[in-house]
């Protein structure tokens, strides 16, 4: 049985006082949650505050991104050592933002997979189409493509150690779902590269979870599919009663 991850990405938003404010509100919501991992992603600037607001809580923090290396001169960037000293145990990488507005590719996801694992991080690793890709019919390819020449070049024991998020690039902050057949659908081709790079075992073991416009009201019907091991949330992880009842589907 895989054990759901229900993660929360911030994005930007929220400032310390209220990343604290959240978890005073959210921390009783989840504290019989033990069905699921749980795991908020916030800016740099509220990791502190949120370690501090989840300490003696199950709740895991995540940042957001990292760089590969360790330290240096790179002016504006964050190390995996770093992230981790702050108290983080996860990163999410990859994710379609990066992608789109700051030259994300499947090298750079892998190399900062890559830097996550060795900084003792568990990489949340972000793949999905865009619109025109699905529309064309070649959403399949698509992952593919980006399993291939990212997170298939891991070794098996650094993939043991991964999750993937599938996050049809259409769906986030659209209001638009993928229906829980396109998720599944998704998540099985994903398994199945999975399946031929690393074996039935690793396949098996995989969390794969869900993102894009997932809701207090349509997670139950996403979970409902045996495909799904978690969601990742936007907007809908930003309040605390919306985030506790997708937790708590
Ligand atoms: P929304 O839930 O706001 O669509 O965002 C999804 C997402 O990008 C999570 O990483």
């Given at each position: 049985?895989?054990?759901?991850?229900?993660?929360?990405?911030?994005?930007?938003?929220?400032?310390?006082?209220?990343?604290?404010?959240?978890?005073?509100?959210?921390?009783?919501?989840?504290?019989?949650?033990?069905?699921?991992?749980?795991?908020?992603?916030?800016?740099?600037?509220?990791?502190?505050?949120?370690?501090?607001?989840?300490?003696?809580?199950?709740?895991?923090?995540?940042?957001?991104?990292?760089?590969?290396?360790?330290?240096?001169?790179?002016?504006?960037?964050?190390?995996?050592?770093?992230?981790?000293?702050?108290?983080?145990?996860?990163?999410?990488?990859?994710?379609?933002?990066?992608?789109?507005?700051?030259?994300?590719?499947?090298?750079?996801?892998?190399?900062?997979?890559?830097?996550?694992?060795?900084?003792?991080?568990?990489?949340?690793?972000?793949?999905?189409?865009?619109?025109?890709?699905?529309?064309?019919?070649?959403?399949?390819a698509?992952?593919?493509l980006?399993?291939?020449?990212?997170?298939?070049?891991?070794?098996?024991?650094?993939?043991?150690?991964?999750?993937?998020?599938?996050e049809?690039?259409?769906?986030?902050?659209?209001?638009?779902?993928?229906?829980?057949?396109?998720a599944?659908?998704?998540?099985?081709?994903?398994?199945?590269?999975?399946?031929?790079?690393?074996?039935a075992?690793?396949?098996?073991?995989?969390?794969?979870?869900?993102?894009?416009?997932?809701?207090?009201?349509?997670?139950?019907?996403?979970?409902?599919?045996?495909?799904?091991?978690?969601?990742?949330?936007?907007?809908?992880?930003?309040?605390?009663?919306?985030?506790?009842?997708?937790?708590?589907?």
């Amino acid at each position: 049985m895989r054990k759901p991850i229900m993660a929360g990405n911030w994005k930007m938003y929220k400032n310390p006082a209220e990343t604290t404010a959240f978890f005073e509100k959210f921390r009783p919501l989840v504290a019989q949650s033990e069905h699921c991992e749980i795991v908020i992603c916030p800016p740099y600037t509220n990791i502190a505050a949120a370690v501090a607001a989840a300490q003696g809580t199950r709740i895991g923090i995540g940042a957001q991104d990292l760089y590969w290396a360790k330290e240096g001169a790179f002016t504006g960037e964050v190390s995996g050592p770093m992230i981790k000293a702050s108290g983080c145990s996860h990163v999410l990488v990859g994710h379609s933002e990066r992608r789109q507005y700051f030259d994300e590719t499947n090298e750079t996801v892998l190399q900062r997979t890559i830097a996550a694992l060795e900084a003792g991080l568990s990489p949340i690793v972000c793949v999905g189409e865009r619109l025109a890709e699905r529309e064309s019919g070649e959403t399949e390819a698509v992952l593919a493509l980006q399993f291939r020449a990212g997170i298939g070049l891991l070794s098996a024991d650094q993939f043991a150690r991964i999750a993937i998020a599938y996050e049809p690039v259409w769906a986030i902050g659209t209001g638009k779902t993928a229906t829980p057949e396109m998720a599944a659908d998704a998540h099985r081709a994903l398994r199945g590269q999975v399946r031929g790079r690393y074996g039935a075992e690793a396949a098996d073991a995989v969390r794969i979870l869900y993102g894009g416009s997932v809701k207090p009201d349509n997670v139950r019907i996403l979970m409902a599919q045996p495909e799904l091991d978690g969601v990742l949330v936007g907007g809908a992880s930003l309040d605390a009663n919306s985030f506790a009842s997708i937790v708590n589907f």
